[in-house]
């Protein structure tokens, strides 16, 4: 089952003939950009990534790290969510504005190199969680390639793992914009806030790991197994996170959950 999922997204990409992805250097897009490598080769395939407020350092880190590892031709951009008409009032339909600026960033990347299509790494899961960036690229053409091959998380987790891709086990991530409370507006010094206070968790080896704010608190989420550790260091942890701003530190005994800010929204405003 799993090897007609793969070969069907083989026949899909191949479809395409020569192709840009948007390459963040998470588990989706690696795996995306390998397999379109392995079908179209490396002249036919461009992987750009968008250096942004709102996107993780470590993380661009690892998309440097990992487009060298695969040896596709790498371009990164400079873009800026926070200049974005809507997006810093951070509603429901956040994602919505950053995703269509993204592909409005990329389209001329297209045209430049005469290319046939933009892929991104939208999956399978995504479909049963809200996702307002779908509908952004929906509107602008933009496949996404392991989703139409019903591919899910798990699944290409196996399939990145028997490709000898280092991202196999790598923990999901999101923008940093998703750590803070809709309504709440997003600034270039809670995005900060954020993104040091996570490096310092994963400091203390804990792996996956959100630091969702709300206002002046900070709600740490981790695995389950995790959550001992940050006992553990929890004096440090309030310490180190009170100097980057926050006022209050606090876990969240739930764990870990993707896309938790979502349940506050209303059902019908995720229609």
Known sequence: MLLEKYKNLQDIIQKMEKVVVAFSGGVDSTFLLKVAID??????????????????????????????????????????????PGYTANNQNRCYFCKSSLFDH????????QFNQIIYGVIADDANEFRPGMKAAKEKGIRGPLQEADLFKEEIRI??????????????????????????IITKDKLTKVDKSEAYLKSLDINQVRVRTHGDTARIEVEPEDMPRVLQFHVAITKRLKEFGYKYVSLDLTGYTSGSMNIVLEKEEML
């Open 39 to 84: 079908t179209l080769g490396y002249d036919n395939v461009l992987a750009v990534t968008a250096d942004s407020e709102t996107y993780p350092s470590s993380e661009l880190k690892d998309a440097l790290m990992l487009s060298k590892w695969i040896g596709a031709n790498h371009r990164i951009i400079q873009t800026s969510e926070l200049a974005i």
């Open 106 to 113: 990329l389209l001329p990347i297209l045209e430049e190199y």
């Open 159 to 184: 399939l990145s793992k028997e490709a000898g891709l280092p991202t196999w086990d790598k923990p999901s991530f999101a923008c940093l914009s998703s750590r803070i409370a809709y309504g709440d």
